[in-house]
């Protein structure tokens, strides 16, 4: 009998033993610690984000017209943007290494993202808000980069930006001149003529 309670004890004691191990490898990681996301989980994170961020708007043909063409998703478009800046278009994120960013790896998006700058040097031009992906989260950046370095690669070259001042060849949407409340931050413009006596 008394053997039969110290089998069972034991027992127990493994039993337990063995339940507290398998809940501790499967425990949620600690807080303030992200947790592992497989690698569809990723893409699938980075195809909501670049959806709900509007990226498609801009960047896949049609989209500002009501017709979309997701055959050339993200491959960029050719309504201008015009505004102090010149003339844009928006680029061609497809991972075409001759006309999209193809050639970038996913940490040169993410910078780019974050700071406005493409692997080359030049900036991120309105009106691209990458001002307001800084505040992304690394992990959502990162989600961005490999949707983009995911999609279907598509051949696309996009017009080159039109300096300020001068005619852009295509249609584009105009930024008229700002008035006072929202250029109060704004440069005046290069050709602008030095103010008379009284302010308005």
Not at 28 to 57: F, H, M, N
């Amino acid at each position: 009998m008394r053997w039969t309670r110290v089998l069972a004890i034991t027992g127990l004691a493994a039993t337990l033993a063995a339940a507290l191990t398998a809940v501790s490898c499967t425990a949620p990681p600690k807080s303030g610690e992200p947790a592992a996301i497989t690698a569809e989980q990723k893409l699938a994170r980075g195809k909501y984000l670049v959806t709900i961020l509007g990226c498609g708007d801009c960047h896949t043909p049609g989209t500002l017209y009501g017709a979309p063409d997701m055959t050339r998703m993200l491959a960029g478009s050719e309504l201008g943007w015009t505004g102090p800046w010149g003339t844009t278009h928006a680029k061609n994120l497809t991972p075409d290494v001759e006309t999209g960013i193809g050639s970038w790896t996913e940490d040169q998006i993410v910078a780019a993202l974050r700071t406005g700058v493409r692997p080359d040097g030049t900036p991120l031009l309105p009106p691209m808000p990458w001002p307001n992906m800084t505040a992304m989260t690394d992990e959502d950046a990162g989600a961005i980069a490999a949707f983009l370095k995911s999609i279907p690669a598509v051949k696309h070259v996009n017009p080159p930006v039109t300096p300020p001042g001068q005619k852009d060849p295509l249609p584009a949407l105009v930024f008229p001149p700002p008035p006072a409340w929202d250029g109060m931050n704004l440069p005046p413009p290069a050709d602008a003529k030095p103010a008379g006596g009284s302010a308005h």
